[in-house]
């Protein structure tokens, strides 16, 4: 991040994501219809569900293959926990850190245990729940196009079901913590886009819709979502309606707040988030409410699989690989994630198109940044870096893992 | 290509020898992927057999989950401690701040680096003999091989391992 600032007003500031380009789509081509699932979840270790389904999506989209209604249920159960442990990371481990103003969350060892161990045990449920659906902790390998590989037990739903349960006290204890810390008053309005579903909260399936009016089918995201590249950095930046637009948490609160389970609303209004936010930085709050409404929607959903019955011939659908093209639209921890994959007849990827969360959202931190600088331009450098800092933060960048390596440069203040 | 793994099935504790092998990195980012390419080759080896090995992907935090019950934990990672590329290191946690002092870095990890999760553990008290065989890498762009002064630490790499396990 350089920010060139003289007589007060800004003259230029740039945010330089220093991450080389994803040369995972062409890494992709000429694959056969069952790899690229596998070496899309390697991109990102914390998104690898995430990936997983928008590239089985995308292959399903394209050969006309229908998953069973219990794929789909165990998919949505299994995306909840990547989102749930994504979200504890950067809620537990990174933000509340940072609003402490310590470094990282080993200070808090000492000073705030019950933090550190609320942080971990929601973590480690999370990790089981995905181990346990997805046959791994990280880089799921039970979940492929068309279905599962291997189906939970039914003893293992139940056992997943009392993990969950027991975990509403660390929220409560959570709450506290959070209504005591001080959100910066920081506030610009912009697009914000997300999946959507006329009754869930959407994250696995949906349209896409935007706070600005429009709502089109996910196979169509070229309609509203442009990319361009920009002189400065190796990311694209992307725009829509305006010139910049944010996803991630916030975006999917403003656009679907409503199917948020009354708990989830409930820890919402005490913690005085309410749809539309303008405040970035009450992303950090609007994942902790998403973590109550996975939790919630969870037991509902293993409650329903429990009641139909683990059934082994819905585990895979029919697949006969074909030629066409489909796109895999999801909602990743940190948003809207695109995986877009041409296949010839042979059924080997021929063009691929991955669009990520962290690159849609990078137009808009540099117009946020623009804006939060201006505001608070007397303060001392230091509190403008911090500042900076924690905005970015606030966004959960996945930049190679660098958040807590960001060098914000101040010139001529 | 295959992706099947012999213990995908569970890998929340260890197994009755009380040792479990886990390899960081990302192996579609060429010499990172070290740490993966090194547990493939353990899995395909008998003598291994009763030994949990762990593809451990790019996700650092959830080594403090993978330490209940064990005897000893053998990470093996792309790292740098500042050694010529290609070389290969054997750190013991206890000396793992001397190695930051020196400039160490994982070069896998996309949550929190290795470092911090050390660090972590240690004020969590979470006790176990931990060993990280860590390799210099040449290159860690995007891509599917180890370049291929890397690729040939693999026999010294299972060789400090086996030394390490006892085998």
């Known amino acids: 991040m350089i920010i060139n ?34 070496i899309a ?8 569900v995430a990936h997983t389904c928008a590239s089985i999506k995308a292959t399903e989209k394209a050969m006309g293959i229908e998953p069973s209604l219990q794929t789909i249920n165990l998919r949505k159960l299994v995306y909840h926990h ?26 808090l060892v000492e000073t705030h245990p019950e933090v550190v161990n609320i942080a971990l045990r929601t973590k480690k449920i999370a990790n089981d729940m995905v181990r346990i659906i997805g046959g791994r902790a990280v880089h799921p390998i039970r979940i492929v196009v068309g279905g599962f590989t291997k189906l939970p037990t039914e003893e293992e739903m139940v056992e997943m ?55 089109i089918d996910d196979q169509n995201y070229m309609d509203k979502i442009n990319e361009k590249i920009v002189r400065y950095s190796t990311a694209k930046h992307c725009w829509a309606t305006r010139d910049a637009f944010m996803v991630g948490a916030l975006a999917r609160f403003n656009n679907n707040y409503e199917r948020l389970t009354d708990n989830a609303k409930k820890y919402a209004n005490e913690l005085g988030l309410k749809a539309p936010c303008y405040n970035p930085f009450m992303n950090n709050i609007a994942q902790f409410v998403e973590i109550i409404h996975s939790v919630d929607d969870s037991i509902k959903l293993i409650n329903e699989i429990l009641e139909e019955g683990l059934d082994e011939d819905k585990a895979m659908a029919e697949i006969k690989p074909k030629g066409g093209r489909g796109v895999g639209v999801v909602e990743a921890p940190r948003g809207l994630l695109i995986h877009d994959y041409t296949y010839n007849d042979l059924g080997r990827v021929e063009k691929a198109n991955l669009i990520i969360p962290t690159g849609m959202n990078y137009a808009n931190i540099e117009k946020d940044m623009y804006a939060l600088v201006q505001a608070i331009i007397d303060k001392s450098e230091v509190e403008i870096r911090l500042a900076c800092e924690m905005l970015i933060r606030a966004y959960d960048p996945c930049i190679s893992c660098s958040t807590h390596l960001l060098k914000c440069k101040l010139i001529n203040k | 290509m295959t992706f099947t ?124 003999d931990i060993s990280i065989i860590g390799v210099r890498p040449k290159n860690i762009d995007f891509g599917d091989r180890l370049s291929p002064e890397i690729e040939e630490k693999i026999p010294e790499i299972i060789s400090i391992i086996k030394k390490e396990t006892g085998i």
């Open chain 1, 5 to 38: 600032i003289k007589d007060k007003k800004i003259e230029e500031l740039i945010f330089r994501i220093p991450e080389p380009p994803r040369f995972f789509e062409a890494m992709l081509v000429g694959r056969k219809y069952d790899e690229p699932s596998h």
């Open chain 1, 41 to 48: 979840s390697r991109i990102c270790g914390i998104c690898s």
């Open chain 1, 82 to 107: 990547e989102n749930v442990r994504s979200n504890v990371l950067h809620v537990y481990f990174l933000a509340i850190p940072d609003f402490f103003g310590v470094g990282s969350i080993i200070p």
């Open chain 1, 161 to 215: 079901r009392k993990m969950l349960e027991a975990s509403y006290p660390n929220f409560e204890k959570t709450l506290e913590v959070l209504k005591a810390l001080e959100i910066p008053d920081f506030e610009r309005e912009t697009e914000y886009i997300s999946i959507s579903d006329p009754i869930d909260y959407a994250l696995y399936d949906g349209n896409i819709k935007s706070t600005d009016g429009w709502e």
């Open chain 2, 5 to 128: 793994s012999k213990n995908n099935s569970n890998n929340s504790g260890c197994t009755g020898t009380g040792v479990k092998i886990i390899g960081f990195g990302n192996k579609y980012r060429s010499d990172d992927g070290i740490g993966i390419r090194v547990v493939e080759e353990l899995e395909r080896l008998d003598s291994f057999k009763n030994i949990e090995i762990i593809d451990g992907g790019t996700s650092g935090t959830n080594l403090i989950f993978l330490l209940k019950d064990c005897r000893k934990v053998i990470i093996i990672d792309a790292v740098d401690t500042g050694q010529n590329i290609g070389d290969v290191v054997n750190i013991k946690v206890n000396d793992i701040e001397e190695f930051i002092k020196r400039g160490y870095k994982s070069l896998s990890l996309h949550d929190l680096n290795l470092v911090d999760i050390f660090s972590l553990l240690k004020v969590l008290k979470i006790n176990a």
